[in-house]
């Protein structure tokens, strides 16, 4: 999958120093991921919450942050990062527009 908005993450762990290392293995797993539907994520990551418009939501470090994504399945493959944040700020936003 091809991931935009890198720097999102960055920004976040240069804040959140603890995030680092859980968003490092998280963006490198997706990146080598060919997702076709929402049930390939779901295999990967039995824990992500598939939103509508094709949203998913990431539990990062042990359910410490969340992380939402837009993604495009196969064959556009590509994962938007729309947000990632602390429960309280993800408790502010809308999941499925962000």
């Known amino acids: 999958m091809r991931i935009f908005n890198r720097s999102t993450l960055e920004s976040f762990w240069i804040r959140h120093a603890d995030s680092e290392q859980s968003l490092r293995a998280w963006h490198q797993e997706v990146e080598k991921a060919m997702w076709k539907g929402p049930g390939d994520v779901r295999a990967r990551y039995g824990t992500a919450d598939i939103l509508p418009n094709d949203r998913v939501v990431f539990d990062i ?3 410490r942050y969340r992380l939402i994504v837009a993604v495009k399945y196969a064959p556009i ?3 938007y990062i729309r947000f990632i944040g602390t429960h309280a700020e993800y408790d502010r936003v809308d999941a499925a527009t962000v």
Do not use: F, S
């Open 77 to 79: 493959c590509c994962v």
């Open 61 to 63: 470090r042990g359910n």
